[in-house]
Structures are given as C-alpha cells and as structure tokens.
C-alpha cells in the first residue's frame, strides 16, 4: 500500500508501478468522495460494491479487493490522509502487505497543489489536452504552517505505528520518484522483477514549476519568508 499526504506525488508513484507488467496498482480506492480503480478497470470491468457498501463496511471491501482473480504477482492501492482509519490501522499491522510512504519535500509547492486541486476541482489529470487553466491563489503564512503541522504529524503518526508493529517499509520522495535508481530500489522492495522494466508515468503534473505564475501574493510571501526555508521552497524551480 502506498501511503502520502495529498499532492505529495502518490498519483504518479500508482501510474508508475501499474505500467510494471507484475503490478496491478489502484488509486484511492477509500476517497470519500469514489472508488478509484486503475486506470485501466474505470470503464466498469471491476465493480467491488458501491460507495455506500464500501463504507458501511470498509474491512469487507478491503478483503473483496485483496481477493480479485489477477495474473500480477503484486497489487495494491494508496491512501491519503483523512482516509478510511479503520482500513489504515488494519493495513499498518498486517506484515503481509508492503508499505511505501511518499513525501514530497518541498512543503510550499505541496499546498499549492493542493489549493489548485481545490480550486478546479481537478484531482487526477492523465492527459493534457483535459488540463483546466491554472488559477491565481493566495497563500497565507498561517495557511502555511498549519498545512505543514498537519502533514508532519500525519507522516509522524504512521512511521510510528509502523515502528511499533516492526513493520518494514520503504519511504520515497515525490522529486525522485522517476529516477531510475529509486524505481529499482522501490522494484526490489516490492519483489517484483528490477532488470530491463521501463516504468511509463502516466499522469501529467499540474503545479508549474515556477511559482510566482499562480501566487498573487508571491512579493509578500517572498518577502514574509526570507531567511527561511520556505523562501528556499517558494523560489525551487525543480518537481
């Protein structure tokens, strides 16, 4: 299972194995708001129960999806934060599922992808023709902070839970997640087959890279961080 705070990459990591022939990797199959499948089984072929059966009990449709017919040698899904905590805690504890954990380093452009999600209303995009015109956002320092406090207690909660239940796992970060070295490592983490595998990404990144084109208070904030390392995260021209 692979575990993230929103916007931190999660998508591109589902897309990234799925393209692995030994790996079948859904999406958010517990987000509040759908069942999302792979990509390739959201025509209708796979149907485990509707939102209302899934949530009335989480636990059973967890087991209906560990228990789909598939010739993949390894399958999966992801969750984010906020999501389905009985399924969570069952998943933490359980040493026969894998856990990677995504963070994405930098924290500023973390929520501005979450604001610009929020704002468009655009949570996935796989194909750039369908990409919306990106908004103008305001940032808020507090907005900031709380934002990051949330995520750091998030990531902090579930290594600590994997710590107590000595359970093994992999953690990758969002700006190296198609780097050649890290997708072997993730491979051989999985037990799946690491020599001549190309891992094709499919979704298409939504926040530019420069982020002064959809901060409207991008001088105030530039100014209002300086000296910290926001301001070094504000001004990455990097993922």
């Keep these: 299972m692979i575990i993230a705070a929103p916007r931190t990459g999660s998508n591109l990591l589902c897309t990234l194995l799925n393209s692995h022939p030994e790996i079948l990797c859904h999406h958010e199959i517990f987000n509040p708001r759908g069942i999302f499948y792979a990509l390739d089984?959201?025509?209708?072929?796979?149907?485990?129960?509707?939102?209302h059966e899934r949530d009335v009990d989480p636990l059973g449709f967890l087991t209906r999806l560990w228990q789909i017919p598939t010739d993949s040698q390894c399958m999966g899904f992801k969750m984010t934060r906020g999501q389905s905590a009985e399924v969570l805690s069952n998943v933490l504890t359980n040493p026969s599922i894998k856990k990677i954990i995504v963070?994405?380093?930098?924290?500023?452009?973390?929520?501005?992808?979450?604001?610009?999600?929020a704002a468009t209303d655009q949570w996935e995009l796989y194909r750039a023709e369908d990409k919306i015109a990106l908004p103008t956002i305001t940032v808020h320092i507090d907005q900031l902070r709380k934002h990051v406090t949330e995520n750091e207690i998030f990531y902090d909660t579930i290594y600590r839970r994997l710590e107590s239940a000595n359970q093994p796992h992999l953690t990758l970060e969002y700006e190296t997640l198609t780097s050649q070295t890290e997708q072997r490592r993730t491979l051989s983490f999985l037990g799946v087959a690491t020599i001549n595998v190309h891992l094709a990404p499919v979704s298409v990144k939504q926040t530019p890279r420069d982020l002064r084109t959809v901060i409207s208070n991008f001088s105030d904030l530039d100014h209002t961080l300086s000296g910290t390392d926001y301001h070094r995260e504000l001004h990455d021209l990097g993922q």
């Design 41 to 51: 089984f959201r025509g209708g072929s796979l149907d485990l129960g509707s939102l």
């Design 103 to 117: 963070y994405r380093r930098n924290r500023v452009k973390t929520l501005v992808s979450e604001l610009i999600a």
